[in-house]
């Protein structure tokens, strides 16, 4: 895998200089991906241009009666001149397509000026309870210590110890050695579902950085649905359950 099998195509010029760029890349509970897709709709951002790879899915993504490549970029301008910049992929990417990946980003937005890009990621934390479930944690960690005071002077816990692996992990290490402020946003998900409650927590973050106002309410209500719809599977799948004695799947437990 060389770094010429990702490309970036800008559909148009657009002056990105000191922009905020957001990397949504699926991971755990979907988190970067919902909080990158409420994003592009919740600010009206526009397609500036795609990723594209021989080894991406061969497929076209239709929105609306227009077909949409599986990787693409937005931007727009929010506020005073504060400009925003969103990657968003449908699919994972594979283990051999992170490093290109990130690479090809990280040449991006220096090329563009861009001042800081922000990675949203998901994170397991066990042993919590129900009701602590409801109340999700965000916390961050920065490439630089730049990032790492903008986080202190915003009050956003930090990410001490443990491991973040795919586009935010070598998002980070490239940002330390090029000296270039990335941070990772890592709320609690739950690794079974797509977790909207979780998004809701990485967007309030984000909206903190930007000095934006967000409104993140019809994520908390679709993430109400989400799990009432899974509560619904649950006592649906009891009774077969304790018929039959097979293991409850994980995603009830």
């Not at 988190?31 to 397609?47: E, G, M, W």
């Not at 910049?85 to 990130?102: D, G, H, Q, R, Y």
């Not at 922000?118 to 042993?127: A, F, L, R, T």
């Not at 443990?162 to 330390?176: C, D, E, R, T, Y």
């Amino acid at each position: 895998m060389h770094l010429n099998d990702v490309k970036i195509c800008d559909f148009k010029e657009v002056d990105l200089k000191d922009a905020i760029v957001i990397a949504g890349f699926p991971s755990i509970g979907l988190v970067s991906t919902i909080a990158a897709n409420y994003l592009i709709d919740a600010l009206n951002l526009k397609q500036i241009g795609c990723v594209t790879s021989s080894q991406f899915p061969a497929l076209s993504v239709v929105h609306t009666g227009e077909p949409l490549s599986p990787v693409r970029i937005y931007a727009g301008v929010q506020g005073v001149n504060k400009k925003i910049v969103v990657f968003v992929s449908e699919f994972k990417p594979k283990p051999n397509l992170i490093n290109a990946i990130s690479e090809e980003i990280m040449r991006w937005v220096t090329k563009k000026n861009c001042k800081l890009l922000i990675s949203p990621e998901g994170m397991v934390v066990e042993g919590k309870s129900p009701a602590e479930e409801q109340n999700v944690e965000a916390y961050a960690i920065g490439s630089t210590e730049n990032a790492r005071n903008m986080l202190m002077s915003h009050n956003i816990a930090q990410f001490k110890n443990g491991i973040i692996a795919g586009v935010s992990g070598v998002l980070l290490n490239m940002g330390k050695q090029n000296n270039f402020d990335v941070i990772s946003i890592l709320a609690e998900a739950h690794p079974n579902y797509p977790d909207a409650r979780a998004a809701a927590a990485a967007i309030n973050v984000i909206a903190l950085i930007m000095g934006v106002e967000i409104n993140v309410t019809p994520l908390y209500e679709e993430s109400e649905r989400i799990e009432k719809q899974l509560q619904k599977f649950h006592k649906q799948a009891k009774p077969m359950v304790s018929a039959t004695q097979a293991p409850q799947p994980s995603m009830y437990g």
